[in-house]
C-alpha cells in the first residue's frame, strides 16, 4: 500500500521480478524504500543483473517528495533524491518518478500559484537527473496542488529541460479536471511515463483513499482506455506502456496469477484501437 513509511513490497524482490517477466511484461518499477529494504540480499548491481537476464529492459525508480521546498522537508527530499539518482544510474532506469504536494492546509490543498519557483527547481533537478543518465517525471494528482494536466505541462516547459517531463495516470486524468483534449494539446515528447488501469465509478469521496485501493483490471471499469491510447498515440506516444493497478483486490491475489490476468487485459486494449506502433510492453 502506497502510504507515508509504507512503501515496501512483502514480495522478494526477484519472486516479483520473475513474475513480471512470466507474465509478458518487459519493465518494473521500484520505491526507493523497496530498494534500499532489499539492499543486503540484493544490491543495486544485483537488481540490475536480475533485469536483464530476465529481459526488463524498461525500469523505473520513485518517488521524490518536497523536492520543491526547504527546511526539514528539503533535507529529507534531499537525501531521497541522492538515493534515487544513485538507484537510476546503477540499475539505467528511463526516470525517476516525482511528486506534486499533497499536504492539505485547512481541508484543502492550496493550487500551484509560484511557477517561477517551481519550475526553477524542476529545471535542477532535471539536470541532475541528466547528469547520470536518467530523467524525472512529474505526476500530476487529483488530490494535489497540480491537478490539472495543463497546469502541469506549463510547468514543464518552464523548467525548459529535455530530462523534465511528465506522468499521464488514466486515474488521475480520469478523476480530475482535466479532459482527453487537455491531454491532446500535451507535446508528445513530454510524456515520459503513462500509467494504464481502469475503475468502477468512484467507491468513496477520498480521493487517495479511491486511488489506492479501488482499481480494476484495464477493459473492466468505467475509463475511455481506448480513447485514452488514441489520444496519447494522436500526440506521438509510443510507449513503452505501463500498468499501474493499485487495490485492496489485487493485493491479495497469488503474485503470478495477478500479473497474467494484469497483461492479458492490458494486451487486450489494443486490439481495439487503431495501434499506430507495435505497443512497447512495460
Known amino acids: ?4 513509511g509504507r512503501h515496501l ?23 526507493i524504500h523497496d530498494l534500499a529494504a532489499a539492499a543486503p540480499t540484493y544490491p543495486l548491481a544485483d537488481v540490475k543483473r536480475i533485469c536483464e537476464d530476465l529481459g526488463l ?3 523505473e525508480v520513485e518517488l521524490l517528495e518536497n523536492w520543491w521546498t526547504t527546511g526539514g522537508r528539503r533535507e529529507e527530499s534531499d ?14 532506469a528511463r526516470q525517476i518518478k516525482i511528486a506534486p504536494e ?18 526553477a527547481e524542476l529545471h535542477q533537478l532535471a539536470g541532475q537527473a541528466a547528469d547520470v543518465g536518467t530523467r524525472v517525471a512529474l505526476e500530476p494528482l487529483p488530490f494535489s496542488n497540480i491537478a490539472d494536466f495543463r497546469l502541469a505541462a506549463e510547468l514543464v516547459a518552464a523548467a525548459d529541460h529535455p530530462a523534465a517531463g511528465l506522468v499521464v495516470d488514466i486515474w488521475h486524468l480520469e478523476r480530475g479536471p482535466s479532459t482527453l483534449a487537455d491531454l491532446a494539446r500535451i507535446p508528445g515528447e513530454k510524456v515520459f511515463v503513462v ?15 479511491d486511488t489506492i485501493n479501488h482499481r480494476v483490471q484495464c477493459g473492466t471499469g468505467t475509463f475511455d482506455l481506448e480513447g485514452f491510447v488514441e489520444t496519447l498515440q494522436s500526440i ?12 485492496d483486490e489485487q493485493r491479495q491475489r ?12 492490458t494486451m487486450a486494449l489494443f486490439d481495439n484501437v487503431t495501434v499506430v506502433t507495435d505497443p512497447q510492453r512495460l
Open 1 to 4: 500500500m502506497p502510504l507515508v
Open 9 to 31: 513490497s512483502p514480495r522478494d524482490l526477484r519472486a516479483r521480478a520473475q513474475a513480471v517477466a512470466a507474465a509478458g511484461f518487459t519493465g518494473l518499477g521500484f520505491t
Open 57 to 59: 529492459v524498461h525500469l
Open 79 to 92: 537525501r531521497v533524491r541522492a538515493s534515487l539518482l544513485d538507484a537510476a544510474e546503477v540499475l539505467d
Open 102 to 119: 499533497v499536504d492539505v492546509v485547512e481541508g484543502v490543498v492550496p493550487p500551484l500559484t509560484d511557477v517561477a519557483h517551481w519550475a
Open 195 to 209: 500509467e494504464l488501469n481502469d475503475a468502477p465509478e468512484p467507491q468513496s469521496t477520498n480521493l487517495f483513499h
Open 236 to 247: 506521438g506516444f509510443a510507449g513503452p506502456w505501463g500498468v499501474e493497478i493499485i487495490s
Open 254 to 265: 497469488p503474485l503470478q496469477e495477478a500479473m497474467d490476468d494484469t497483461y492479458r487485459c
